[in-house]
């Protein structure tokens, strides 16, 4: 399981983000920079031969610190000069209406806070390692970053229901996609990347992995609390451009008029007393 860019309006995070001094400069406490320093030095060997070559030289350009947390004006330098994006210093739980806005403008929503020890595997809540780790590498790729600026403007103007649909687009490709390279099967989606058991478990036997298909995907339920069960493919990442230059509304409304597919995994179990 992993965390993941998604913004959740309607509760409460108990992270709370770090502010910037007058200088833009985040300090940041030893413990906090040891986490930084644990995930980083548990999760690379993982990555090892399991995710694309576009988020290694994301990874290079980017020169993440091993032994503590970046500032984000770090981030910022790399993504310009790159592909025009910038991060966006936000709290740990934002708005739909900021979240789209956001990447309409390309600027990446990054939470500045970093997860406790005990919840060093999984937290609901995206924190700083799942957004710069998991996420801002692919953003240094043009095809990615198109793709995610253009789904943030077609968020904006969505209805509600619109972007309910619009949700599983994301969780499928920016989050948990998957991508045939000459090298083999490799990740691509920031939320399999951040997570241990989700790199290994997203390109073993277990789940089911299909030929990427934006209508299939868009008509896919999800959990965010378990391993998924189903992952989706594309060809080559110059997709997810041509993607971007589609009518992804008229597909959304396909999609609605033709409803979900039966979820691949168990209803979530009730709390007792809710």
Same mark, same amino acid.
């Given at each position: 399981?992993?965390?993941?860019?998604?913004?959740?309006?309607?509760?409460?995070?108990?992270? @709370?983000?770090?502010?910037?001094?007058?200088?833009?400069?985040?300090?940041?406490?030893?413990?906090?920079?040891?986490?930084?320093?644990?995930?980083m *030095?548990?999760?690379?060997?993982?990555?090892?031969?399991r995710?694309?070559q576009?988020?290694?030289?994301?990874?290079?350009?980017?020169a993440?610190?091993?032994?503590?947390?970046?500032?984000?004006?770090?981030?910022?330098?790399?993504?310009?000069?790159?592909?025009?994006? @910038?991060?966006? *210093?936000?709290?740990?739980?934002?708005? %739909?209406?900021?979240?789209?806005?956001? &990447?309409a403008?390309?600027?990446?929503?990054?939470a500045? %806070?970093?997860?406790?020890?005990?919840?060093?595997?999984?937290?609901q809540?995206?924190?700083?390692?799942?957004?710069? %780790? /998991?996420?801002?590498?692919?953003?240094?790729?043009?095809? #990615?970053a198109d #793709?995610?600026?253009t789904? /943030?403007?077609?968020? &904006?103007?969505?209805?509600? $229901?619109?972007?309910?649909?619009?949700?599983?687009?994301?969780?499928?490709?920016?989050? %948990?996609?998957?991508?045939?390279?000459?090298?083999?099967?490799?990740?691509?989606?920031?939320?399999?990347?951040?997570?241990p058991?989700?790199?290994?478990?997203?390109?073993?036997?277990?789940?089911?992995?299909?030929?990427?298909?934006?209508?299939?995907?868009?008509?896919?339920?999800?959990?965010?609390?378990?391993? *998924?069960?189903?992952?989706?493919?594309?060809?080559?990442?110059?997709?997810?451009?041509?993607?971007? @230059?589609?009518?992804?509304?008229?597909?959304?409304?396909?999609?609605?008029?033709?409803?979900?597919?039966?979820?691949?995994?168990p209803?979530?179990? $009730?709390?007792?007393?809710?």
């Open positions: 399981m992993a965390t993941q860019t998604q913004p959740i309006a309607a509760k409460t995070s108990q992270y @709370q983000a770090r502010m910037p001094d007058a200088q833009g400069h985040i300090a940041y406490s030893d413990q906090e920079h040891a986490t930084w320093q644990t995930l *030095q548990r999760q690379l060997p993982i990555l090892e031969n995710v694309c576009e988020y290694l030289d994301g990874m290079e350009r980017l993440l610190p091993e032994t503590r947390i970046p500032q984000l004006a770090e981030i910022d330098r790399v993504l310009e000069a790159t592909t025009g994006w @910038q991060t966006a *210093q936000v709290p740990a739980l934002i708005p %739909f209406d900021t979240f789209f806005e956001l &990447l403008h390309r600027r990446f929503p990054v500045t %806070f970093i997860r406790t020890p005990e919840e060093l595997d999984y937290l809540e995206p924190d700083i390692f799942h957004e710069i %780790f /998991g996420h801002c590498p692919m953003l240094t790729n043009p095809a #990615f #793709f995610t600026a789904y /943030g403007k077609l968020g &904006l103007a969505a209805s509600p $229901k619109e972007r309910v649909y619009l949700a599983r687009l994301y969780w499928m490709t920016v989050e %948990f996609g998957l991508v045939d390279t000459p090298q083999g099967r490799r990740i691509y989606g920031g939320g399999i990347i951040s997570s058991k989700e790199t290994v478990h997203a390109l073993s036997e277990t789940p089911e992995h299909h030929a990427f298909d934006a209508l299939e995907a868009l008509r896919t339920p999800y959990r965010i609390d378990i391993l *998924q069960p189903l992952y989706y493919v594309l060809d080559d990442l110059e997709t997810l451009h041509d993607l971007s @230059q589609q009518d992804i509304m008229a597909l959304v409304h396909r999609a609605m008029a033709l409803g979900l597919h039966e979820p691949k995994f209803p979530k179990p $009730k709390v007792v007393g809710a």
